[in-house]
T-cell receptor, first 113, second 115 residues
Framework: GQQLNQSPQSMFIQEGEDVSMNCTSS?????WLWYKQDPGEGPVLLIA?????ELTSNGRLTAQFGITRKDSFLNISASIPSDVGIYFC?????????????FGKGTKLSVKP | EAQVTQNPRYLITVTGKKLTVTCSQN?????MSWYRQDPGLGLRQIYY???????DKGDVPEGYKVSRKEKRNFPLILESPSPNQTSLYFC??????????????FGEGSRLTVL
């Protein structure tokens, strides 16, 4: 099946540092999404991107939908301890018959106070 | 409170002993799905359901069954569990079917260990 390449797999950073992670695909998608999974919980949607080139912010988080529709990045500025968790990118071609979101393998973020 | 509820949250069982993980949502969502999460493999879809009595295989359906007799419930059945089904399982739902905006609401997860 289709796969997303998400990198890095893990990051260990100091509080206050900026973070960048990205996701690439060999296929074109209509929608790119970023989810965060806090320890011991289910993933929660952070940002949704629906248009190639779109740049969207949510507080300290910024994500962009690549112009080729095959990639996306997520940046976190001035990280804080509660940013710890696993970040997943996900893709979808909405309107398709299958209804599947395809998830990346995740980026595990650790923040040292 | 709007939520997706899974039970049990934790279970240790033995090979071959049938088990069911229940999932219920109170948001009147049409779309429901099951995922398993394994280290280094991310979230992989097991089965999904577009509506009542409509289910379909995801990427890793082997060894699992599901049913969607009511809109709110989507149980995951392991008829004869094996150790390779030891995993963290998530149920998720979405208002639209397929999830047009991409927003899935996830349960808190069920950690299953098969000995």
């Amino acid at each position: 099946g289709q796969q997303l390449n998400q990198s890095p797999q893990s990051m260990f950073i100091q509080e206050g540092e900026d973070v960048s992670m990205n996701c690439t695909s060999s296929s074109i998608f209509n929608t790119w999404l970023w989810y965060k999974q806090d320890p011991g919980e289910g993933p929660v949607l952070l940002i949704a991107l629906y248009k190639a080139g779109e740049l969207t912010s949510n507080g300290r988080l910024t994500a962009q939908f690549g112009i080729t529709r095959k990639d996306s990045f997520l940046n976190i500025s001035a990280s804080i301890p509660s940013d710890v968790g696993i970040y997943f990118c996900a893709c979808q071609n909405y309107g398709g018959s299958q209804g599947n979101l395809i998830f990346g393998k995740g980026t595990k973020l650790s923040v040292k106070p | 409170e709007a939520q997706v509820t899974q039970n049990p949250r934790y279970l240790i069982t033995v090979t071959g002993k049938k088990l069911t993980v229940t999932c219920s949502q109170n948001m009147n969502h049409e779309y429901m799905s099951w995922y398993r999460q394994d280290p280094g493999l991310g979230l992989r879809q097991i089965y999904y359901s577009m509506n009542v009595e409509v289910t379909d295989k995801g990427d890793v359906p082997e060894g699992y069954k599901v049913s969607r007799k009511e809109k709110r419930n989507f149980p995951l059945i392991l008829e004869s569990p094996s150790p390779n089904q030891t995993s963290l399982y998530f149920c998720a739902s979405s208002l639209s079917s397929p999830p047009g905006t991409g927003e899935l609401f996830f349960g808190e997860g069920s950690r299953l260990t098969v000995l």
